[in-house]
């Protein structure tokens, strides 16, 4: 077996002008595509579509080749042993929950709107990922709104996921994820929400991507802290 | 099953290559001891390794333990079935949880060793003093800080205890949000300090601070600014010429001989052999959960409830410092950006003291946070999807700020480790079920905290606040700290390890982790398990190696 340490890095960074399908077939593409551009819509800004959530989500369930790319972002690591076992297995799971969440977008569009999920209209659209949501469209932030899901775990796995949270979370990580994976096109993700993400990930690795000018620049610890001037703070 | 050929005894066989394990390593290595280490997961190399990748390091399982490898389940009551959870997980790799971390490095106070003392007997909770106090660990606080790396403000802290040592490296510069913290809390009267952290900010050691990449609180660390034993203990251990380190080693079981002392340990090799490594003495160091799994894996006639648990203590009085805090939004026009400092900026131990009238006992040591990155920020409530969604990130995602702690949980004995009936690792072995119901103190206490950190948030000007309180006494599990399962203290009769974390039961065993911790402190732990594993290192070193025994005076006013 090969050591975690040593696995080699195999494929390439996904091309981001490609267009191939590695998973979905063609409809089920398009239905993805037009389901994420309704999780993260365009609007004066790039939506999941232009920063192609899709792509992102046929690479990643399109066998173990997508899951973790090399640190330098050259390509993706060739797994092997109980781990690649392990994610066999989760894209195996995960690639039958968005097979069977088309065909059950497309039942419950025909149901209610007598066509095909991907030709609704955005509305008739939202209408049927709301009721797979089992709960109301999120309304806007608000003064008096209510906490939801009360605690925030550091990591975030998927495995296990229904279609309609597996879809919000992988829109969420095509959107906003590094581009070698095939989302966050353009870094359209980054550019929408004022994250200075970094050109390459070779450039996290050596020093040369760096947010410290976004530190505050000009302080003086005693100013801040009353406690170094001899005063206050108890 | 193959069998390896068997290697030659060695003097001391580590389990665990982690924050404790290495750092024993690397004092025992250096007393010219003979060691061999053991890590169930890889041996990473952080600068080839290691990138700002945040799909690969915090959605999916580069570091973190896969739950369908290493499952573990929970349960709040003792009829549930218990349900396989990522709860207090921790990466199984050479460097264990220092390589994930953001590093918080801040001491314990002379409080947390004297629970008991202080408090006398809690209904529905174990509390226990420790059979050492600050002033034992002081100096070994001082040795990890400055052999380890780190970076903090002398003099900063208003409550701070006696140190013997200033810190080596000065700290990070604020953050926006550390700034607004500093100034709300100079509003309220509030004593706010840099959080201790484990880094270094100048040339320290050979290691150069190059990586202010904010891509640190769950990645590795490719430059080696951040402190991780994997770049630190584990290398100078080596250097030595006394450490052979086995990555990839999966120890199945401790092994004993017919005198019911520990005589190795049987573990499983990369290769899938089995494979039996004699020691002349065995130290557990796989984190509170997976060394009490391990030693009730170990059944034998001499150990019939598991390895040194005459006491039946082992996997009980287990604490993991769930993590509660209020998020702030904020809607004026100064951005306070997420992703500097990730996850630690300014600190206060201001509210770590009891104070009665608050209606609990213990407290929090608080701190100041950003909220997270492009994927993962969060907050409780953010829509999920649709319009609402991508405004609420486009709004808040630069303006929005958290104020938490790790709870100071009190130690209950029902609240345990033990082997799940039914669910099996990818090894085929019972995996660790965590049984855990909040003690009321407990529910108590995150309450006021939480409520106090909002009140600091609105003085910092949050347009919205949104408080996390320990809902229902269900704890998620949503730190990797973890602590008890193996206590230390003098009684065999109630506690399994003695003052040096040696078993009580079985002499040339000791537990170095967290595990032995009696009380979980309110301070993140990793300082803690590091100092005392320096400490209790030094003692195999300077005495047990050497056929000789010392006690430690114990204070009077122990009552355990």
Redesign the interface.
């Known amino acids: 077996?090969t050591?975690?340490?040593d696995w080699p890095v195999v494929l390439a960074p996904v091309d981001p002008d490609s267009e191939d399908r590695l998973f979905f077939t063609e409809h089920e593409w398009d239905t993805i595509d037009a389901a994420t551009a309704?999780?993260?819509?365009t609007?004066h800004?790039p939506?999941a579509r232009e920063a192609r959530a899709v792509r992102f989500i046929d690479r990643y369930l399109s066998g173990i080749g997508h899951?973790?790319?090399a640190?330098?972002?050259s390509g993706f690591l060739g797994m092997s042993?109980?781990?690649a076992?392990?994610w066999r297995?989760?894209i195996a799971d995960l690639g039958e929950t968005y097979r069977q969440g088309v065909r059950d977008l497309d039942a419950n569009a025909h149901r209610r709107f007598g066509a095909d999920f991907v030709s609704l209209c955005d509305e008739d659209q939202?209408a049927v990922?709301e009721q797979m949501?089992g709960a109301p469209?999120?309304?806007?932030?608000a003064?008096t709104?209510?906490?939801?899901?009360?605690?925030?775990?550091?990591?975030?796995?998927?495995?296990g996921l229904d279609f309609f949270d597996a879809l919000?979370?992988h829109?969420?990580?095509g959107f906003?994820?590094?581009p070698?994976?095939g989302g966050n096109h353009d870094r359209a993700?980054?550019t929408?929400?004022?994250?200075p993400?970094?050109e390459s990930?070779?450039d996290?690795?050596?020093?040369t991507?760096?947010?410290?000018e976004?530190?505050?620049?000009d302080?003086d610890?005693r100013d801040?802290?009353?406690?170094?001037r001899g005063e206050?703070?108890? | 099953m193959q069998y390896a050929r068997k290697p030659d005894p060695v003097d001391v066989l580590i389990v665990g290559m982690g924050a404790s394990g290495a750092t024993a390593a690397k004092v025992l290595c250096e007393a010219g001891l003979k060691v061999v280490g053991l890590d169930r997961?890889?041996?990473?190399?952080s600068?080839?390794?290691?990138?700002?990748?945040?799909?690969?390091f915090?959605?999916?399982?580069?570091l973190?333990s896969?739950?369908?490898?290493n499952p573990r389940t929970v349960r709040t009551e003792e009829n549930e079935t218990a349900v396989p959870t990522?709860f207090s997980?921790v990466p199984q790799m050479v460097g264990g949880g220092t390589v994930h971390w953001a590093g918080w490095l801040p001491r314990p106070r002379p409080s947390d060793f004297r629970m008991r003392t202080l408090h006398g007997d809690i209904e529905g909770a174990s509390l226990a003093d420790w059979p050492i106090g600050y002033d034992d660990l002081e100096p070994y606080l001082s040795k990890v800080e400055w052999a380890f790396g780190c970076a903090g403000?002398d003099?900063?802290?208003?409550?701070e205890p006696y140190r013997s040592r200033p810190y080596p490296t000065p700290p990070?510069?604020?953050?926006?949000a550390?700034?607004r913290f500093?100034?709300a809390?100079?509003k309220l009267?509030?004593?706010?300090?840099p959080i201790p952290q484990a880094i270094v900010t100048k040339p320290y050691q050979g290691r150069t601070p190059?990586?202010?990449?904010?891509?640190w609180?769950?990645y590795g660390d490719?430059?080696g600014m951040r402190s991780s034993t994997l770049d630190t203990f584990v290398p100078e251990a080596l250097a030595t010429g006394n450490l052979e380190l086995r990555?990839?080693s999966y120890v199945r079981e401790v092994t004993v001989g017919p005198d019911g002392r520990a005589r190795g340990v049987l573990y499983i090799d990369?290769?899938?052999r089995e494979v039996e490594q004699e020691a002349a003495l065995v130290l557990l160091c796989l984190g509170a959960v997976e060394s009490a799994r391990l030693m009730l894996l170990s059944k034998s006639r001499q150990h019939p409830d598991g390895l040194a648990n005459s006491s039946g203590q082992v996997g009980r009085n287990a604490t993991f410092h769930e993590?509660l805090?209020a998020v702030g939004?904020f809607n004026d026009a100064e951005?306070l950006?997420g992703?500097?400092?990730n996850y630690i900026s300014?600190g206060s131990f201001?509210f770590y003291e009891t104070d009665h009238d608050r209606g609990h006992i213990g407290g929090a040591l608080i701190g100041a946070s950003h909220v997270?990155?492009?994927?993962?920020w969060?907050?409780?409530?953010?829509?999920?999807?649709?319009?609402?969604?991508?405004?609420?990130?486009?709004?808040?995602?630069?303006h929005a700020m958290k104020i938490g702690h790790t709870l100071h949980d009190m130690p209950v004995e029902s609240n345990r480790v033990d082997l799940d009936p039914d669910v099996k690792d990818?090894w085929g072995l019972p995996v660790a079920r965590i049984t855990h119901k909040a003690h009321p103190n407990d529910i108590r206490l995150a309450k006021w905290q939480v409520d106090k950190n909002v009140e600091i948030l609105e003085a910092a000007g949050a347009?919205?606040t949104?408080?996390?309180?320990l809902?229902r006494g269900r704890a998620?599990g949503?730190t990797c700290h973890q602590h008890g399962t193996v206590r230390m203290g003098t009684d065999p009769a109630t506690t399994v390890l003695n003052e040096w974390c040696q078993a009580h039961d079985v002499d040339n065993l000791y537990v170095l982790d967290g595990a032995s911790f009696p009380t979980a402190t309110g301070v993140n732990p990793t300082l803690t398990i590091m100092a005392n594993a320096w400490r209790c290192a030094e003692y195999i070193a300077d005495f047990h190696a050497k056929g000789r025994t010392a006690r430690l005076p114990q204070p009077a006013t122990s009552s355990n």
């Open positions: 077996m050591s975690m340490a309704r999780i993260i819509p609007d800004h939506g899951v973790y790319a640190a330098d972002g042993g109980k781990l076992d392990a297995g989760r939202d990922l949501s469209k999120p309304a806007p932030v003064l709104s209510d906490g939801g899901n009360p605690t925030i775990q550091v990591y975030a796995f998927d495995d919000v979370t829109t969420r990580q906003y994820g590094d070698v994976y993700g980054w929408v929400i004022g994250f993400g970094p990930l070779k996290t690795m050596d020093g991507y760096s947010v410290r976004y530190y505050v620049q302080y610890w801040l802290i009353p406690h170094l206050g703070g108890s | 997961g890889p041996w990473l190399r600068r080839e390794h290691f990138s700002g990748d945040e799909i690969k915090l959605n999916r399982t580069y973190w896969d739950p369908r490898v990522p997980m403000l003099g900063a802290d208003a409550h990070l510069p604020p953050t926006r550390g700034k500093y100034k809390c100079e009267g509030i004593n706010a300090m190059s990586n202010w990449t904010s891509f609180n769950g490719p430059s990555p990839e990369a290769d899938g993590y805090f939004l951005p950006y992703f500097p400092g300014g201001q997270g990155q492009p994927i993962n969060n907050f409780p409530g953010r829509p999920r999807w649709g319009g609402a969604a991508k405004d609420a990130d486009r709004d808040f995602y630069n990818a347009w919205k949104i408080p996390v309180y809902e998620s949503n």
